[in-house]
């Protein structure tokens, strides 16, 4: 009898599976379908970030192992990029880790520093994947909950002391998915107090680091002072340069924590393929207009789809970064209800909340990965169902 291990059965469920398995039914039934729902970049990187690849895949050295925890000239590549855009120091050979995405390192944390019954404070709603790292781990979560009243920033000084003292991890995400809200350098400044007080190692997730909007530049954890001492920044290639695929990020700060990363990677990945690591240098190093275009182009789009939200009566608050706009459903409907009745009735998938944890409940999100046109004829479509009037 095959039997997976019990920390297997406490890995989060794809909430969002059902829904793409109806979606992509009525997809075969040939109905036009807008998939809001997803977190999927929808542009190709960069050309000249392709091409570097191309040129280094055919390099031999790259045909062997890479060297154990990467290639120094992309962690150079990546401290040179927070000088430059953070004023942030990182010494190359001890405070950046190359993960296999970001995604790796955030899992990771947790196998690395929760013991089984070991606290981990999470933003509830969050990414599920901090969840799962957690429950592989054995660890217990202790759910911070993120709310409009409290610009979707935990509130530290409701946390229980004892709870806080209990805590060994905690993860911070801005700009945050699934809400589009960004913090700022005193929200920062309180955390690291926080962390400093109860003994909390900080993992901020820097995923959107790179899309904020209305020309402010989203804050990265680490120009606050005192962010090595108690934490790492997990930042990744997959956003911000359209490389989903690619799989490229990093874990930056604390030496000590990254010590342990690049620990726990080796035994899993070794590293990335070398060619990836040459283009990903090339892509951190290179001309950054694309970022800037990206972002741009995220702008547009938001401003896009709220001024079809204007129209139909659909009240929310704008994201100041990420790709996601936080809605509230109307009343009568849960989160997945409502989900249900949109992609029933004006064929628009869109994510509901509380897959993202109980306080998620009563919101859905939608992704900014398509075009102007389409995010505006889904907005309008769903106006076809008058649910907001009044
Ligand atoms: N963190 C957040 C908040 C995300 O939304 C995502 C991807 O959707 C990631 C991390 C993972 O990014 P990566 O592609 O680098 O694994």
Same mark, same amino acid.
């Given at each position: 009898?095959?039997?997976?291990?019990?920390?297997?059965?406490?890995?989060?469920?794809?909430?969002?599976?059902?829904?793409?398995?109806?979606?992509?039914?009525?997809?075969?039934?040939?109905?036009?379908?807008?998939?809001?729902?997803?977190?999927?970049?929808?542009?190709?990187?960069?050309?000249?970030?392709?091409?570097?690849?191309?040129?280094?895949?055919?390099?031999?050295?790259?045909?062997?192992?890479?060297?154990?925890?990467? =290639?120094?000239?992309?962690?150079?590549?990546?401290?040179?990029?927070?000088?430059?855009?953070?004023?942030?120091? &990182?010494?190359?050979?001890?405070?950046?880790?190359?993960?296999?995405?970001?995604?790796?390192?955030?899992?990771?944390?947790?196998?690395?520093?929760?013991?089984?019954?070991?606290?981990?404070?999470?933003?509830?709603?969050?990414?599920?994947?901090?969840?799962?790292?957690?429950?592989?781990?054995?660890?217990?979560?202790?759910?911070?909950? &993120?709310?409009?009243?409290?610009?979707?920033?935990?509130?530290?000084?409701?946390?229980?002391?004892?709870?806080?003292?209990?805590?060994?991890?905690?993860?911070?995400?801005?700009?945050?998915?699934?809400?589009?809200?960004?913090?700022?350098?005193?929200?920062?400044?309180?955390?690291?107090?926080?962390?400093?007080?109860?003994?909390?190692?900080?993992?901020?997730?820097?995923?959107?680091?790179?899309?904020?909007?209305?020309?402010?530049?989203?804050?990265?954890?680490?120009?606050?002072?005192?962010?090595?001492?108690?934490?790492?920044?997990?930042?990744?290639?997959?956003?911000? =340069?359209?490389?989903?695929?690619?799989?490229?990020?990093?874990?930056?700060?604390?030496?000590?924590?990254?010590?342990?990363?690049?620990?726990?990677?080796?035994?899993?990945?070794?590293?990335?393929?070398?060619?990836?690591?040459?283009?990903?240098?090339?892509?951190?190093?290179?001309?950054?207009?694309?970022?800037?275009?990206?972002?741009?182009?995220?702008?547009?789009?938001?401003?896009?789809?709220?001024?079809?939200?204007?129209?139909?009566?659909?009240?929310?608050?704008?994201?100041?970064?990420?790709?996601?706009?936080?809605?509230?459903?109307?009343?009568?409907?849960?989160?997945?209800?409502?989900?249900?009745?949109? &992609?029933?009735?004006?064929?628009?998938?869109?994510?509901?909340?509380?897959?993202?944890?109980?306080?998620?409940?009563?919101?859905?999100?939608?992704?900014?990965?398509?075009?102007?046109?389409?995010?505006?004829?889904?907005?309008?479509?769903?106006?076809?169902?008058?649910?907001?009037?009044?």
């Amino acid at each position: 009898k095959i039997e997976p291990a019990a920390r297997m059965t406490d890995l989060p469920t794809q909430f969002f599976s059902t829904l793409v398995a109806k979606a992509n039914k009525q997809i075969a039934m040939g109905k036009d379908i807008i998939n809001l729902g997803q977190g999927n970049p929808d542009q190709p990187t960069p050309a000249h970030i392709v091409e570097a690849l191309q040129q280094a895949a055919v390099n031999p050295l790259y045909h062997k192992y890479p060297p154990f925890s990467g =290639y120094p000239f992309l962690k150079e590549a990546v401290a040179q990029r927070y000088k430059e855009d953070y004023g942030v120091e &990182l010494d190359p050979a001890h405070e950046v880790a190359i993960l296999f995405g970001g995604k790796t390192g955030l899992v990771e944390i947790s196998q690395c520093f929760l013991n089984p019954g070991d606290i981990c404070l999470v933003p509830d709603p969050g990414y599920p994947d901090y969840w799962s790292g957690v429950a592989l781990a054995g660890g217990i979560m202790h759910f911070m909950p &993120l709310t409009a009243q409290h610009q979707y920033l935990p509130d530290l000084s409701a946390i229980d002391p004892e709870v806080a003292d209990q805590a060994k991890l905690m993860f911070l995400n801005y700009p945050n998915n699934p809400t589009g809200a960004t913090a700022s350098l005193t929200f920062y400044d309180e955390a690291i107090a926080f962390a400093r007080k109860h003994n909390i190692i900080i993992t901020s997730d820097f995923a959107y680091g790179t899309i904020g909007y209305d020309g402010k530049r989203p804050v990265s954890f680490l120009q606050a002072k005192g962010a090595k001492d108690v934490g790492i920044e997990v930042y990744t290639l997959s956003k911000s =340069y359209n490389m989903a695929g690619w799989r490229v990020g990093f874990a930056l700060g604390n030496a000590q924590i990254i010590e342990q990363i690049n620990l726990i990677q080796d035994h899993y990945y070794c590293s990335l393929f070398g060619g990836i690591q040459e283009a990903a240098a090339l892509a951190l190093t290179g001309p950054q207009q694309c970022v800037k275009e990206l972002t741009a182009t995220y702008e547009r789009r938001r401003n896009a789809l709220f001024q079809a939200l204007h129209e139909i009566g659909w009240k929310a608050d704008m994201p100041s970064g990420s790709f996601f706009c936080w809605l509230p459903v109307p009343e009568g409907y849960t989160s997945a209800q409502f989900a249900d009745l949109l &992609l029933e009735q004006a064929g628009v998938v869109v994510a509901p909340g509380n897959g993202f944890g109980s306080t998620g409940e009563g919101y859905v999100r939608l992704g900014l990965l398509t075009s102007e046109e389409r995010l505006q004829e889904a907005i309008h479509r769903i106006g076809k169902l008058s649910l907001f009037k009044g």
